[in-house]
């Protein structure tokens, strides 16, 4: 299991449009992925959940990949995330 801490770049955060993205990233990977916001954790393979943390811009979360390629899923994302979700 590897994680990272980052806090998301773009203004408003993830809504639905770069949660889409995200969330299609994450299920490129076969390894479980979650994305926690303070006590909350959610599947990062999940609209809703994602969704349901109320990310916004400025916020710290965690990212959490465990399997077999958690390591590039785990880049992957957080790459996606420090550049903002490509918006």
Do not use: C, Y
């Not at 990272?4 to 299609?24: E, M, S, Y």
């Not at 790459?79 to 979700?85: K, L, N, R, S, T």
Request: overall charge negative; aromatic content about 6%; cysteine-free.
């Amino acid at each position: 299991m590897v994680h990272k801490d980052i806090t998301v770049q773009n203004q408003v955060g993830l809504h639905a449009r770069p949660a889409t993205f995200f969330i299609q990233k994450a299920n490129e990977f076969r390894s479980s992925i979650w994305v926690e916001k303070e006590e909350r954790r959610a599947n990062a393979k999940s609209l809703l959940g994602v969704l349901s943390l109320g990310i916004t811009g400025g916020t710290d979360i965690r990212i959490i990949a465990d399997g077999n390629d958690e390591n590039e899923a785990l880049a992957a994302l957080v790459q996606m995330v420090e550049a903002g979700f490509a918006e």
